[in-house]
Every structure is written in structure tokens, then in C-alpha cells.
């Protein structure tokens, strides 16, 4: 047999194809022996048996037999298997690989086609913002918010402290004192 003929698909499914008839000869074999000797073991009966003693012997010799025949069918799959895996793990993954990488691809330039869309669009908004007049006198700066105070008395004077705390600093006056200039 040359092995370099089983990394191909036809070699292996040539010996595959072998293998598993084999196999499955051999079982139906290991089937037909085990009836056979099953039936032959009940009628011959040995000196000393008690009621059922021909009939377990017989069981027990058989059983043997039917295990044989279960691992060659079990084999014969198993040759099955090994020409579906290669198939699927080395004959087909380049294929795969390729459409893979094809829809990787695909989900790339889509998601970077929405990227695109959202950026157009939102230099479209600041654009349109940037041109459309303002209803403001001229020379006015505008604010985004009303100017805010700050309080010279803490809002949080109000509430206790919690146990062993003391009363935080409350506004930025506590660090400067009024009437120092420096």
C-alpha cells in the first residue's frame, strides 16, 4: 500500500471503503459463529449440570462472540468516520477558510461604512449649525448656561455629620480670608 496514496481523497476512500467491508464481513461472521455455537452449547449437556447450567455456558461462551461482532461493527463506523473527518478537517477547510475570511471581510467594510455614515452625518449637523444665524444681538458672547454663584453659607450645614466627623470646609472662603490682599 503506498501511504502517500491516503492523503488524497480517493486513496482514502478506497482504503476506507476496504477497511470498513472488512469490518463488516467480520461481524456478520462473529454473528453467525455466535448463534451456532449458542445452540450447539444448549444441546451438550457435561456431567454435573444442574437445570439452566447448558443454557447460561452457552450464554456466556456466546456473549463473547456477540462483543466481538459489536466492536466490528463499531469498527466499521469508525472507518466511516475517519474518511468524514478528513474530508471535513482537511480536504474541505481551505474552502471554509476562504468563505470565513470572506465574511469577516464583509462585516469589516460594513461596519466601516456606518463609521463613515455617522461621521458624514455629524459634520453635516455642525455644518448646517455653523452657518444657520443665531437670533442674538451682535457682540454678545453667548453662554450655554446662566451664570452660577457661589453661596457663601454651606448647603450641607443642614444635615448632622456623621459620628467623629467634623464640619468640612463648606466654601472656597474658608481658605481666603476677607480683607487679606496679597
Wanted: aromatic share 6%; net charge positive; no cysteine.
Amino acid at each position: 500500500m503506498d501511504i502517500n496514496a491516503l492523503f488524497t481523497d480517493e486513496g482514502l476512500r478506497n482504503f476506507t471503503a476496504t477497511v470498513r467491508d472488512q469490518h463488516v464481513r467480520d461481524a456478520q461472521q462473529y454473528g453467525q459463529i455466535a448463534d451456532i455455537v449458542r445452540r450447539r452449547l444448549e444441546q451438550t449437556p457435561i456431567d454435573g449440570d444442574r437445570w439452566m447450567a447448558k443454557r447460561l455456558r452457552a450464554w456466556k461462551v456466546a456473549r463473547q462472540l456477540k462483543a466481538m461482532q459489536k466492536a466490528s461493527g463499531e469498527a466499521a463506523s469508525k472507518a466511516e468516520a475517519l474518511y468524514a473527518t478528513y474530508v471535513n478537517e482537511v480536504l474541505e477547510l481551505p474552502q471554509r477558510r476562504a468563505v470565513a475570511e470572506a465574511k469577516k471581510l464583509e462585516r469589516k467594510n460594513g461596519r466601516q461604512a456606518a463609521v463613515g455614515a455617522a461621521v458624514a452625518g455629524s459634520l453635516n449637523r455642525t455644518v448646517t449649525a455653523l452657518n444657520t444665524p443665531q437670533e442674538q444681538p451682535a457682540g454678545t458672547v453667548p453662554q450655554a448656561r446662566p451664570a452660577e454663584f457661589v453661596a457663601p453659607e454651606s448647603p450641607f450645614g443642614q444635615w448632622p455629620m456623621a459620628a467623629g466627623g467634623e464640619r468640612p470646609t463648606s466654601t472656597i472662603n474658608d481658605y481666603f480670608t476677607k480683607g487679606e490682599q496679597g
